[in-house]
RNA sequence: GGGGAGAUACCAAAGUGGCCAACUGGGGCAGACUGUAACUCUGCUGGCGUACGCCUUCGUAGGUUCGAAUCCUGCUCUCCCCA
């Protein structure tokens, strides 16, 4: 049975290392879930694997965008699903990892076929909202899809925004395109979620933190500094940096702000796994016991 | 040594007699999440309790008052200015 490893956990618990030893432990390869890794400029402050690891093993899906380009979920699991059944003709099992819970859980489950908004579309919408207000903006979507409005987040102007760009250049209502139902997979899944002690994994974040500005991540930031507002770039590591060359704080106040905010990004995914009832969970350091979890299962079905 | 300012919850910071368990922001904790998701949004945050509520807080010890974080006095500490 063709089976997918699911590796979960949050940013800097060290899902890539016991990734690798699972790829290596079945000859298999990495089918990356991240949604920055995806950008061939982030490297440092998206915590690539290093070129020694991606050569250990195949990766897929790691640097092989631009963040100038357009990409969404969609598109992921549009290339995800094609990428891992052909894989599958000839490894088994494969693993699947990465930070972003979205990104899993689209390949797991799947996601509503709904259309991409045109960019002259959203910059019309957005420019009306900015003129008009969140107040209006409900009011609008009440209008045009009073089912959505019923079930929607009112606070949340991103949501409603999207809702209503997808009524203006369909002329359908999003909710007449959102199906909420699990797809099924031809394929097995096994989700191991990584998890430890609350500090320290706060201690492992800060002090990555510190690795990458010692790996450079100054310089990084600085070559992307002229796209800061391309949404790839609205990301942990970025946008404080960012900050910084404004003259809007000191470096080491960016710094710890980095810090801060990947602590509460790794708080986040944990809230998002923690749902997840498939999920056997394991401490880092526990790569020996991970695979005799997942060798049991594969030996089941002989 | 003289003069001035101040001490509020984890941090910062409002409040200057009752509407104060105490605004607000940060942090922390919890949660939501269907299209650029490392995004965006929500709740809680003195203790006990599901709740009406009860108990203990605003440097410290007293005092005034029906009532004090707020007024008065002593003490401790911090900061600034002049010597």
Redesign the pocket.
Known sequence: MNTLIVVVGP?GIGKSKISIRLAKHYHSEIISA?????YRE?CI????PSQEELETVPHHFIQTKS?Q?????????VEALTLINHLFTFKNPLVLT??????VD?VC?????????D?EI?EEVVDWYRNNGLEALRERLRLIDPEYYR?????????LL??V??HQMTGTP?SA??????KERPFRMIKIGINQD??IL?DRINSRVEQMMDAGLLDEVRSVYPYRN???L??????ELFAYFDGACSLDEAVD?I???????A??????Y??DADIKWFEPDQVQKIIEFTDQILKADG
Do not use: C
Not at 110 to 115: A, E, K, L, Q
């Open positions: 940013t991240d949604s920055r890794q995806l982030l402050g998206t915590a690539v963040i380009d357009y990409y969404n979920v969609s598109d992921y699991e990465g930070g972003s819970m979205l990104y689209t489950k799947g996601i509503d076929d709904i259309p991409t908004v960019p959203r079930i929607a987040d009112l606070n949340n102007p991103k949501r999207h809702a760009e997808i999003i395109f959102r199906k909420n139902t699990v609350r500090k706060y391309l949404n790839s609205n990301t942990v590591g970025y946008k702000l810090k801060r905010n990947s602590r509460k990004y708080r986040k995914q944990l809230t998002w923690r749902r």
